[in-house]
């Protein structure tokens, strides 16, 4: 099983960023897709899920009303579009397909 990230950078306050998931060779019919992001010495926390093949997602208080996952079937790709970006949401973000981890994106939110 493979998981890649893509889609982070460096970004001003309010602004907004769209990271990118891909996963493959997947055999399970039923698994959570995530994001999860780690600030400096701090614990890696969950950011948002959606549960495939059914939808329903979750997303952490911090980020509700800002954030956005969702995914493409077909491609297996999970997304989280995050809007009004704030400097505490700077971290590294890391998508977890199952029980699969990708090697993490930077998102620095900065002026």
């Known amino acids: 099983v493979q998981v890649v990230e893509s889609g982070g950078g460096l970004v001003q306050p309010g602004g907004s960023l769209r990271l990118s998931c891909a996963a493959s060779?997947?055999?399970?019919?039923?698994?959570?897709m995530s994001w999860y992001r780690q600030a400096p010495g701090k614990e890696r926390v969950l950011v948002a899920r959606i549960f495939s093949p059914g939808g329903s997602t979750n997303y952490a208080d911090s980020v509700k009303g800002r954030f956005t996952i969702s995914r493409d079937k077909v491609k297996n790709t999970v997304y989280l579009q995050m809007n009004s970006l704030k400097p505490e949401d700077t971290a590294v973000y890391y998508c977890r397909v199952a029980d699969f981890w990708g090697q993490g994106t930077q998102v620095t939110v900065s002026s």
């Open positions: 060779g997947l055999t399970f019919k039923t698994y959570y």
